[in-house]
């Protein structure tokens, strides 16, 4: 282990324990951090304390810092669509179907399986399961990913989709007509308290802000484009699910009704930051799937608009 000991000067006594490690150490997400108080891996005065901990002028923090994990993840060659690379990030339009890091379900054929085939410098800030892996989509959401090779990008990428400084557009194909031609919606997001492997809309939930703009209307669907302000857990599918117009083919939260085409049809589009390096802003674009283009077509030309 590498240890590490800061002492508290009197402007920083009252600050969080773990707000005091970060501004430290500011290539360890803050995420990170807590999980090593938690695990007794940070002590104060030779003392365990939780994370929100206030500190004290002359308090001594001690960080065993543990050795990284042996990864244990399969590299597999899974002919990744890599969008742009440098020494810094990557960025990769990730197929629909393709899960983005393994679990027990699903160890093998996930998206760090094969960035792990693709590249040995991946940044280790969220753990051996998850290499790299600075924000994720849904199986069934196609499209763009960043992914961090090393920690300094990986806590710049980080910091800016806190900032809400990240630019995420998706396409998607919702039931119903949407009257009208743009709106925002903002609604906090929470685990559903009766089916836990669902979310919904809830007072007890955490910000959530959507923006969406109509790019055509069917008979009986609209197309959407959506612009996240922020990224909960299945917030583009829960919003628009909210307001009476699901996604079409969601297996969750749509309707029992809707077009077979085993998920959602939700595609990110686009995808823009800060690079971590340059601090120069860089935004990539890609079409979506052929058989969310063949769907559109298919509404398209089935029925009259």
């Known amino acids: 282990m590498e240890v590490n000991r800061i002492e508290i000067e009197e402007e920083l006594a009252g600050s969080r324990l773990d707000r ?134 990986h806590v710049s990428l980080v910091d800016q989709l806190v900032e809400k400084s990240v630019k995420r557009v998706y396409l998607a194909l919702v039931h119903g007509h949407i009257p009208h031609n743009n709106g925002t919606i903002d609604a906090p997001i929470g685990r559903d308290e009766i089916d836990r492997q669902k979310m919904t809309v809830t007072d007890r939930g955490k910000d959530a802000v959507t923006h969406f703009k109509v790019l055509d209307r069917f008979k009986d669907y609209t197309l959407v484009e959506c612009e996240l302000e922020t990224g909960r857990t299945h917030q583009i599918r829960v919003h628009m699910e909210y307001i009476g117009h699901p996604l079409v083919g969601d297996p969750k939260y749509g309707q029992k009704n809707t077009i077979p085409f085993g998920g959602q049809v939700l595609h990110a589009g686009t995808l823009g930051f800060m690079h971590p390096r340059t601090n120069e802003y860089v935004e990539f674009t890609v079409e979506p799937p052929e058989d969310f283009q063949k769907l559109l077509n298919e509404v398209r030309n089935s029925v009259d608009k």
């Open 20 to 153: 005091v490690i970060t501004m430290n150490r500011p290539e360890i997400s803050r995420t990170q951090i807590q999980q090593w108080i938690k695990d007794g891996n940070i002590l104060v005065n030779d003392k365990a304390v939780k994370p929100n901990y206030r500190v004290r002028e002359n308090d001594c923090i001690v960080i065993d810092e543990p050795e990284p994990e042996e990864l244990n993840i399969i590299a597999e060659d899974l002919d990744l669509d890599i969008i742009y690379e440098d020494q810094d990030v990557l960025i990769v339009n990730k197929p629909r179907g393709m899960v983005v890091h393994p679990a027990k379900s699903h160890a093998s054929g996930t998206l760090v399986n094969g960035l792990m085939y693709h590249c040995k410098d991946l940044s280790g800030i969220n753990g051996v399961l998850r290499p790299g892996i600075v924000h994720r989509t849904d199986k069934d959401t196609s499209g763009l990913l960043m992914v961090a090779k090393n920690d300094k990008a």
